[in-house]
Structure formats: structure tokens, C-alpha cells
């Protein structure tokens, strides 16, 4: 039986004041990652650029561009020494929606470092190709489980997060949580301290799935502008809070391509940058496994979730065998993160 050192106590959902409904307040400019993160930088891997956002120091491959990745041995668990939060986004979404956690866990701890990046697909994360040739492959990227989630392992091992005396803590929301589980039960680094994964269980994830389509169609295609969407995301209570939907949304839409006939007619010129409906041939492996995988980690976890339904029958009996932790946020909807 091995023990690993608890995560840091978080506070209960009632100390955590969410409002029932927002307002939509006058002002709906957007608000910069950079206004919660210190650092944006790219790192390449396979000609892929990956958008980084990072706070904290001992992270010197943001700052000082590698030609190939430098592969050092393991270092231990060092209990003493200020983590590392390696934060990954949800489908859809971009690390943009980590800001304010990034935020708040710098005030708890300044010594602490962030790392944040854009996933394939999503933000400002893209191949290293001609600018319309990545206009019209936005749609064909390869959001597999088993790409993201080498991705995670390559970014990790490039940026020589596994070696930089921390100890790690990987937080994953939604299909994010998914992927930093399976980059971590791969167990390549010693270093793991914990994992968190923020509102997916698998049982309710793979329902979820059978009405993607019926949520996609929800939502509005286009919009005139980002106020626009910033608005739509506080009206629809996809997000909770406006200083949240001023960070969040900006990032996730893109003006159409070129030839746009909507657009060119005075329509609306803003798009999603993910088109979820084309990623349903990876939706099937997103989440298979994901319970079996979370409780077999060799490190502390912790579940958020924003109810107790949404447990499936593997967490439950988990849950009261004592292998992880629970924390509820009632009445916070999905982007759990973001309040």
C-alpha cells in the first residue's frame, strides 16, 4: 500500500458565495489571460505550436526556447519545496477558463508555479502551417483521448516540468480531466503529488455524449462580436460570473474564414474556433476507462464536482474506501472553474 501527502485543504462550497443568476453588466470587453497569468509563450512540438501560459518560475523552457527536448532523470517527491499546477481545459474551451484558479492559487501560495496551455484544436494553440491552411483545417484535428494525452506528455517532458524540483499537481476540467488521468497513470514521472479532475465522471460523461448534438444546436453558430458572446455565455448562465465570461469567451471564437458568404453579406463574422460536431468520432474514447483510470492513479486525488448525482457506482464505492476526495460546488454549473 503505498501513501501519498494530502493536496491542500480546500474550502467548503457554502464558504463559496455563487450568484443564482448573473447579470449582464455594461461592460463586456474582453479581459486578458495575461491580466491572471505573468507569461504566454509558444512551444513547438511536432509542428504543432502550443500556446503556454505560465506563472511562477523554475520553468525555464518558457522562457528559453530548447531545439529538442531535454530528457533528465526523475526527480522525487519534495514536500517542502512550492508546487506546480499543470492545468488543462475542458473540450471547447482554452486556458483562458483556468485564469481565475490560476489567480487565486497564487495568492494562497506566491512560491507556487502555473502552467496552462491551449490544447490542440482549441485557442490559440495551432499546426505550424500556412495561417489558411490552418483556416480551413480548424475542423480536421485529431482530438483523439490518445493524442491529447500525448500532447500532455509531451509538453510536460519539453518544457522538463518532471524535473524541475517540484512536486506536480495536474488539474483537469471536463475532457481535461480525462486527459491529465490518462498522461498520468502512463507513470513516467516520479514527481506527481496529486491529481484533480473537475466535473466529469465517466458514467454521466458517456450520457452526456447522447445529447452533444441537441447542446451544440443550442448554442448560436455566429455572433456580430465578442460582446456578443461574452453576453449570449451570461444569459444562457453557461457562465456564472461576467468578470469569468470577460476571460473565458474571447478565446473561443475566430473570425470565418475568408469567402465567408455570411459574413461578406453583413451577417455575423464570428465562428467557434472548436467545431465540437466534428470531433464526434473521437467522443466515444474521451471518457472509456476514465473511473477504472482516476482510482488507479499512484498519487492523492481529488473529484470536484458541482453535484453528488453526477458520481457513477466505481466513485461511489471508491469514495467509501477513502481513495479520494470529494468536494461539491453546488449550483456552479459545469465550468466549475470559473467562479
Given amino acids: 500500500m503505498h501513501s501519498h501527502p494530502s493536496l491542500p485543504p480546500f474550502a467548503p462550497s457554502s464558504a463559496i458565495p455563487l450568484p443564482s443568476r448573473p447579470s449582464v453588466p455594461a461592460d463586456l470587453s474582453p479581459i486578458s489571460p495575461l491580466s491572471y497569468f505573468d507569461t504566454a509563450s509558444s512551444v513547438s512540438l511536432s509542428s504543432y ?29 519534495n514536500p517542502s519545496a512550492p508546487m ?22 497564487r495568492e494562497m501560495d506566491p512560491a ?55 512536486d506536480l499537481v495536474f488539474v483537469g476540467h471536463s475532457l481535461g480531466g480525462a486527459v491529465v488521468v490518462d498522461a498520468v497513470k502512463q507513470g513516467r ?26 447542446y451544440i444546436h443550442s448554442r448560436p453558430s455566429r455572433f456580430f462580436a465578442v ?36 459574413a ?31 482510482l488507479s492513479v499512484r498519487a492523492a486525488k481529488l473529484l470536484v464536482l458541482a453535484g453528488t448525482d453526477r458520481l457513477d457506482t466505481p466513485l461511489m464505492i471508491g469514495q467509501m474506501q477513502g481513495k479520494f476526495q470529494l468536494t461539491v460546488i453546488q449550483d456552479s454549473g459545469h465550468l466549475v472553474c470559473t467562479p
Fill in 112 to 166: 507556487c508555479a502555473v502552467v496552462a496551455w491551449d490544447c490542440r484544436g482549441h485557442g490559440e494553440s495551432k499546426a505550424d502551417v500556412a495561417e489558411e491552411t490552418v483556416l480551413t483545417a480548424r475542423i480536421k484535428e485529431d482530438l483523439s483521448l490518445s493524442r491529447l494525452s500525448a500532447d500532455t506528455v509531451e509538453l510536460v517532458e519539453t518544457m522538463g516540468l518532471h524535473t524541475c524540483g517540484r
Fill in 264 to 294: 461578406e453579406r453583413g451577417g455575423p463574422g464570428l465562428e467557434w474556433r472548436t467545431d465540437l460536431a466534428a470531433t464526434e468520432e473521437f467522443w466515444d474514447g474521451w471518457f472509456e476507462d476514465l473511473s477504472a483510470k482516476f
Fill in 189 to 214: 514521472w516520479t514527481n506527481v503529488l496529486g491529481v484533480v479532475v473537475v466535473d466529469v465522471v465517466e458514467g454521466s460523461a458517456k450520457d452526456s455524449l447522447r445529447h452533444m448534438h441537441t
Fill in 49 to 77: 505550436s502550443f500556446r503556454v501560459f505560465h506563472s511562477g518560475t523554475s520553468i525555464p523552457a518558457l522562457t528559453i526556447p530548447a531545439p529538442e527536448p531535454v530528457v533528465r532523470g526523475p526527480s522525487p517527491l
Fill in 227 to 262: 460582446a456578443d458572446a461574452v453576453r449570449w455565455s451570461l444569459t444562457s448562465s453557461t457562465i456564472r460570473t461576467p468578470e469569468a465570461a470577460r476571460l473565458t469567451m474571447p478565446p473561443l471564437v475566430v473570425p470565418a474564414p475568408p469567402g465567408d458568404e455570411r
Fill in 84 to 105: 506546480c499546477f499543470v492545468l488543462h481545459h475542458g473540450g471547447g474551451y482554452s486556458a483562458a477558463s483556468f485564469g481565475l484558479v490560476a489567480k487565486r492559487l
